[in-house]
């Protein structure tokens, strides 16, 4: 993996706002897959090759702190960055933005598995230089 670190821009649609319009704290984990997601494209792969090659990841632990709330229609900026790679795990760490302030941030660890769920260890194209 030579990218470890990616950002993605969006603008909050009105489905995830709830009737104040502040983002529901369950969107924020969609948000962070998205990042997840475009920072395995910057590194030529997708989710798709990655599950056709018998290899999958499930979330193992998820944790968010929110600082201040995002609202409908803010464009916000997402910051994903590999953390840590164990032989089995990768750890993501996020920062969520509306300019310059902090909204969130947050770490996921995923485990790689396989088709059985066991865990695998981490394809080696998926390592930092790998």
Known sequence: ??????????R?????ADPGGYVHHSQ????F???????L???GHSYRDM?????FVVVVRAECRYHRPARYD??????TRVLRVTAASIEHEYHLYREQELLAEAR??????????????VPKWMLPGG
């Open 1 to 10: 993996m030579a990218v470890t670190e990616h950002e993605i821009t969006f």
């Open 28 to 31: 924020y984990f969609v948000y």
């Open 51 to 55: 599950e056709a090659a018998g290899v």
């Open 41 to 43: 494209r910057a590194n």
């Open 74 to 79: 803010d464009m916000l900026r997402l910051r």
């Open 33 to 39: 897959e998205m990042g997840r997601t475009e920072l």
């Open 108 to 121: 996921v660890l995923l485990c790689c598995v396989d088709r059985q769920g066991r865990p695998q260890r």
């Open 12 to 16: 909050v649609r009105y489905p995830e």
